[in-house]
């Protein structure tokens, strides 16, 4: 009988393969702690990859680019774009900033005069009469001061700040772009070519996995993107024609306020409230507290028209998670990645949320991916001449029915 040889390398017992695997977790939460800043930047460009793969994909199939052509062409493109916002637009909201740390100091600087001219007002509301002669506004004004005066001559340095955050932020963005950059020169075309699991045995449960989150970060990545910028763009054009100052500035925090459940739209309407009111005159000739409303209305609809008919068309139902979560999620992620952990919020939840899933039916011996629970991606925006052509297919049926006459009782006889 044939004697088989022994395996070269030995299998592990079940405490090595324990002690392996927490030397793994030591080891990379010792990786995360220490090297916390880089997580951002790097979940940064693989999104950014992931979101370019089908685009150059579109130039290899359509266009018989090559791979690394149609990559290098689409990476040059975004090189010249970042130059030139940086270039346009950079310097037109350093402006607006300047101008608007200037507005704050005229502010500050008329408030103890603001505070005098009280002393002599009596108003009258109604039955009711309020005299504020009575109040002692010297001490009141001098207590107002305390706190404003130190965070007005911080104001002075703040412009310094803000350009040493933008320095940080151009070399971040540099980091971003050539990491994505090379991860998608190097995926050979396939969009599971940036990044590759293969675990034996748990093929089929990768694969469902993977298209799970594709749907997922897919519809955020296309809906979410789509909804920031149609909010900056409607934001700037209705902001600009009521007249308000910093429009673009308005116009960019109303579009990271859908990022923000419930906070982001509250704090967005007390920057328009505020900056209306103070603004001082307006070209409609409106009393302040007029203007702020119709400003703050006209947001409302703004996000009204893109949360209730935008975003549903846009992303459907495959974000099946609640604001409130998304909400604590945010403040979560913050902590963890910055800014970019209020963008990604909503996905990372909804990501957290399967996985979570998964592992709990696992350990319950159940089946992880139940038929009922199948969903379906997002519905497609369906383009505009689409449109038109079934609106005018759908008037043609309608007229000649219309044109029709009842039947006469001579025809019917």
Known sequence: MEMTP??????WGS????????????????????????????????VLAYLLHPLIGFLEKRLHFSWGLGVSLIYILIILILLSLITWGGVGLVGQIQNLIGAVQNYINGLPDFIASLSHKV???????????????????????????PALGNLGGLVGTLAGGAATTLGWTVFIVVVSFFLLLESGGMRHGILHFDIPGYTGDIQKISRHLGRIWN???????????SKVITYTILMSILGV???????????????????????????IGL?????????????????????????L????????????RLMGQTLKVHPAFVLIAAF????????????????LLATLQLFGRYAMRKMLDEEPWPASEETLPPLPMAHPLQRLRAWLAKRKRIRPEAGKKPPSSDDSA
């Open 245 to 271: 100052h910093y429009a673009f500035p308005i116009a960019l925090i109303g579009g990271f306020a859908g990022f923000l459940p419930y906070v982001g739209a509250a704090i967005n309407y007390i920057i």
């Open 219 to 229: 519809a955020f990545l296309r809906g979410q993107v789509i909804i920031f910028f």
């Open 15 to 46: 405490t090595a393969k324990l002690v392996a695997s927490l030397t793994i977790v030591i080891v990379l939460g010792a990786l995360v702690a220490r090297f916390q800043a880089i997580i951002g930047p790097v979940l940064m460009a693989f």
């Open 6 to 11: 022994p395996p070269e390398s030995p299998q």
């Open 123 to 149: 108003v009258m509301l109604g039955p009711f009469r309020f005299d504020f002669s009575t109040f002692d506004w010297s001490i009141i004004g001098q207590q107002i001061l305390s706190y404003v005066q």
């Open 275 to 299: 900056v209306t009111y103070f603004q001082g005159a307006n070209p409609y000739g409106l009393l302040p507290l007029t203007y702020t409303i119709v400003a703050i209305v006209v947001a």
């Open 332 to 347: 979560i992620s913050f902590n963890l990645l910055g800014i970019l952990g209020i963008v990604v919020a909503a996905p």
């Open 301 to 312: 609809l703004i996000d009204q028209v893109h949360d209730n008919l935008v975003s549903p």
